[in-house]
């Protein structure tokens, strides 16, 4: 599954770079210029959408959609902290559940009252970071 992912990614990283050559400057510049995130960026963001609607339950209560919630309350950063599952098989490891970065997000982040201001505040606390445009 990992190799099928790469593959994708490279071919449509091929298709990106021919489509933004119309704007001048070299390929590193181009994305942060039309403010196009990576390729891996964006599978990272649309998990982050989900654990947030799975965590404030924004999903009808028939769905079983179930995030361990992190019990210790002496946590640092946010109160929303889920339990880092481990896991000894590739076919868990690369699990929606396990996958994500969650955790590492700051409370003002992720104690956004709706998914529209949670999805504009990441989006702003990602602006600067590597992931987005490297």
Same mark, same amino acid.
């Given at each position: 599954m990992e190799s099928i992912q790469n593959w994708v990614i490279k071919d449509l990283k091929k298709v990106q770079m021919r489509a933004t050559k119309l704007v001048p400057g070299n390929y590193k510049e181009r994305p942060q210029r039309l403010k196009l +995130? @990576?390729? &891996? %960026? $964006? +599978?990272i963001r649309g998990d982050m959408i989900e654990v947030y609607k799975i965590l @404030?339950? $924004? !999903?009808? *209560?028939?769905v079983d959609l179930h995030l361990e919630l992190h019990q210790d309350n002496t946590t640092r950063g946010h109160s929303l902290k889920l339990v880092n599952s481990r896991c000894h !098989?590739?076919? $868990? *490891? %690369?699990? %929606?559940?396990? &996958?994500n970065i969650w955790n590492s997000l700051p409370a003002s982040v992720n104690s956004a009252n709706n998914v529209n201001t949670f999805k504009n505040r990441l989006d702003r606390f990602w602006t600067n970071q590597e992931l987005m445009y490297v």
């Open positions: +995130p @990576t390729l &891996r %960026f $964006r +599978p @404030t339950c $924004r !999903y009808c *209560k028939n !098989y590739d076919l $868990r *490891k %690369f699990s %929606f559940s396990v &996958r």
